[in-house]
């Protein structure tokens, strides 16, 4: 990919068609019928965590871009 490294964008992408079919699921078809209190929680909880990870992802890519922005700025103040 040109713009984006692949494996940074294809788990963020991933992660959230799970999460807009775990909702799609519950609200509009109206499946939380068929889940207890403790199962529905679960799914909450599961649903956290995979927005941390992509939390997780975004802020590794933010910080490694930093990085490189203040090394390419600090060779280019050393060249003559």
């Known amino acids: 990919m ?6 940074e964008v294809a788990p963020i ?8 079919y775990l909702v799609f699921g519950l609200v509009l078809l109206d499946e939380s019928r068929f ?5 529905l929680s679960g799914l909450v909880a599961a649903s956290l ?18 990085e490189e ?3 390419d700025s600090e060779v280019q103040e ?3």
């Open 13 to 20: 992408y991933q992660s959230c068609i799970l999460l807009f």
């Open 2 to 7: 040109k713009n984006y490294n692949h494996l």
């Open 35 to 39: 889940y207890t209190w403790m199962q």
């Open 49 to 66: 965590v995979v927005l941390l990870g992509i939390l997780v992802l975004v802020l590794k890519t933010d910080h490694i871009a930093l």
């Open 78 to 80: 050393e060249e003559p």
């Open 69 to 71: 922005a203040l090394k």
